[in-house]
């Protein structure tokens, strides 16, 4: 007959499995065989960013080797291509692809539960009941995996992160430079956010891998990797970007991609989710925040939820928002969103010990 667990031992064996998860004193000095000004302003915004966050004792990263996990699973999305937003929003989940399996449990009791089924969830359906009614506990179980979710929000004013502001010729300049590589193939404002992601994707991998990893990488269909060409010449980029990032004597022994599989998978697709909801739900927070009051804001269906969830870390999941933006000067900053809630729902406080 099995014992009851006590509260008491329950949480201490909670924080004890945090903190196995947390990544203690992590180098945050990725960007140092060149002057800083040499890097992209992408780099440099997640760089600068992290360290301010780390200084106020605010960043908590996942160790992505414990428990002998050998490999990475990153998924991307991306938000705010419409008309009416003022932020495009690229978030990023890397997360332990050997710990999946607890994750993908927890979501076989949510579809099983809400009867979703096969049923993508999406940002653009969180008009639907199923999707709306899951999202909470959707959110939960993300809660519980080892992973960074990072996303970066850049003012759509900003013509280019790879040069200078008001030089014109850079967009051709970066798309003549892949064409040069044998990676062609795509308009230049496809080449811009083709280098936003990918840069974004290595800085991260390079910040949480160690040598050895094994990388797979997923990323939604878009006008960037339309075709199984263009996905092929993006992974190549993404290989020759690493480079740039990686710390000295740091391998990759796999490097691999895929978009959404067909059939689909719903586990890869769980994951993938993540980084799609959190992408429109910020880029339509940040479209509001500009056109609103704050007191004012009301943010579609499920968005909210979204906002509640960003607004701490989980024990598995840790996460940060971040804004490249123009300042009332006309000059770049970057900003850190942090989101405080007025009525905060009862969460268990977890200590992360140095």
Known sequence: MSQQVQPEEYYKKLIEHANKLALKKPDLNLLRNHPMGEYSIM????????????????????????????????????????????????SVLVCGYRYTGAFSDRMKRVRETYKLGDKEIAYKDFRM????????DYLDAANWLPG????????????????PLNDPSVPDMLVKILVNMGLGGRKPREVEKLLRIVHMVAY?????????????????????????????????????????????????????????????????????????VVAGSIAQYLTKS??????????KLGAGKVVTFLAGDG???????FLIRFNSEGKIEFATMDFSLVNPPERTFIPIYD
């Open 43 to 90: 780099a440099q915004a997640l760089e600068t960013l992290l360290q301010e966050r780390n200084a106020k004792r605010l960043l908590v990263l996942p160790d992505l080797t414990a428990f002998s996990n050998d490999a990475l699973g990153v998924f991307s999305d991306y938000s705010g291509e419409d008309h009416s937003a003022r932020y495009l929003t690229y």
């Open 129 to 136: 009941g199923q999707i709306q009614a899951s999202l909470g």
């Open 148 to 163: 960074f979710l990072c996303t970066m929000a850049i003012d759509k004013r900003i013509p280019t992160l790879f040069g």
């Open 204 to 276: 991260l991998i390079a910040l949480l891998g160690v040598d050895g990893q094994k990388i797979f990488w997923m990323s939604d269909h878009d006008a960037t990797c339309a075709n199984p060409k263009q996905h092929e010449s993006m992974m190549a980029v993404l290989q020759r970007v690493l480079a740039i990032y990686s710390r000295p004597g740091v391998t990759y022994p796999l490097l691999g991609g895929a978009l959404p599989f067909k059939p689909r998978s719903v586990v890869m697709n769980d994951l993938l989710s993540l980084p799609d």
């Open 290 to 299: 500009v056109t609103e009051r704050k007191e004012d804001l009301v943010l």
């Open 315 to 321: 024990v598995g999941l840790k996460k940060a928002v």
